[in-house]
């Protein structure tokens, strides 16, 4: 799409905002279709595709496991069909969280719902508030329909900074049409603590929206994280993004929701697509169900991460310590030519995060991945006595 073209999709969106108009879902479609909501995949050349290590878009490396490959291929009878039993994805959904169908909306993966959200709470104008860096969605689809992001800066150890959060969504009240929290965060992997959530929650303007990105919601270890969907049941103005394209090793089929209060979702509604397919709706109801084989993806997940930072801090390196399916580690020097250095020996790592641009995205593959990755690294920096303590 063409920047001219995008703008044009953008200036309509919003000024059909501004006239208090919910665009109709066709208008918005092609919006969605073609605008950049989409986050930056690092370009892979694809005739080199099946020979690199896989390790900067943070996906499951595994696939999906037998019982959901199993599920999909018996939802084949229903590539032709439109209306088709569908497992009941959304009633099963909302079994899992203990809240009501009207409570959940599905996505063409979670990507969609942080599109659908942003477009919800922000057209005609109003600014998205978080923190930089994150997963920058939200932020990018903003822009694609004609507004901003107050992005806020990480704290010393990257945590993200609650109270500045609170200060400056309480400041700029007027202008802010939602909150992003990315929890655990992408691309750090730390996350916000429970009591932190609710210093925040209690501390922002009353009704303001709260958007809470848990894609990485499985990977968690560290008891003093817990989900925020309590909140949507106890009736606070937050939305939660999931996706079954981590734990569940589906991102490829497209499959995500939101959940939020029944009135929420009537408001987001308009803008979907809808466009879920037949074989991820009866593979996402499997998934949900197949706690086994997540419990052995998590497992698998991070022994290899710890491995892989143990061996780069042994190596004088730095590692953030992440609760999530990737790491960040500390290189030192700029990450771009980096990036390139690694491509060379078929190893794909993640993309730069400004302004965290001398530290390095590392998503967990497989060990055979992990072990290529660790002898590239070696080959490309040379070994450190380490000075710092870890943070
Ligand atoms: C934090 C976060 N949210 C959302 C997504 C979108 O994932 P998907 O659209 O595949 O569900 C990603 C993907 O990497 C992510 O890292």
């Known amino acids: 799409m063409s920047v001219s073209r995008r703008s044009f999709v953008g200036g309509l969106a919003a000024a059909l905002g501004y006239l208090g108009i919910h665009p109709d879902t066709d208008v918005l479609a092609q919006a969605r279709n073609q605008a950049p909501g989409a986050s930056p995949r690092p370009s892979v050349p694809m005739n080199d595709y099946d020979a690199m290590a896989h390790l900067s878009s943070n996906e499951n490396c595994w696939g999906p496991p037998d019982s959901v490959m199993k599920a999909m291929n018996s939802a084949w009878k229903y590539a032709n069909r439109y209306g088709y039993p569908d497992g009941n994805l959304v009633g099963e959904i909302a079994k899992h969280h203990g809240v009501k169908p009207e409570n959940i909306l599905l996505g063409a993966g979670s990507g969609e719902i942080l599109d659908v959200v942003g477009t919800t709470f922000l057209l005609g104008g109003k600014k998205v508030l978080g923190v930089e860096p994150t997963y920058s969605t939200v932020y990018q689809h903003a822009t694609s329909i004609k507004t901003s992001a107050i992005k806020l800066p990480l704290n010393k150890d990257y945590t993200q900074n609650i109270a500045s959060m609170i200060k400056a969504a309480n400041d700029h009240a007027s202008e802010i049409g939602l909150v992003y929290l990315c929890n655990p965060n992408n691309p750090t992997g730390l996350i916000v603590t429970k009591d932190e959530v609710k210093q925040l929650l ?93 419990a052995d993806v998590k497992k698998k997940t991070l022994d290899l991460r710890k491995k892989t930072t143990g061996e780069l801090q042994a190596y004088g390196y730095e590692c953030i310590p992440s609760e999530t399916n990737f790491f960040m580690v500390e290189i030192g020097r700029e990450i771009q030519p980096v990036i390139q250095e690694f491509a060379q020996k078929k190893v794909a790592v993640g993309r730069p995060f400004p302004p965290m641009t001398k530290h390095m995205r590392v998503s967990v593959g497989t060990a055979d991945e992990m072990d290529r990755f660790t002898k590239a690294f070696k080959e490309i920096f040379p070994a450190k006595t380490r000075t710092t303590a870890g943070v």
């Open 202 to 294: 209690d501390g922002l303007p009353k009704g303001m929206p709260v958007l809470i990105d848990e894609a990485y919601h499985h990977f968690v270890e560290d008891p003093r994280y817990a989900t925020s969907v309590p909140y949507v049941i106890e009736g606070r103005p937050v939305i939660i993004a999931r996706t079954f394209s981590k734990i569940a090793a589906l991102a490829g089929m497209r499959l995500g929701y939101a959940i939020a209060s029944a009135e929420t979702i009537q408001k987001m509604r308009p803008y979907s697509m809808g466009s879920i397919n037949a074989l991820v709706k009866w593979g996402g109801v499997t998934a949900l169900k197949d706690t086994a084989s997540q």
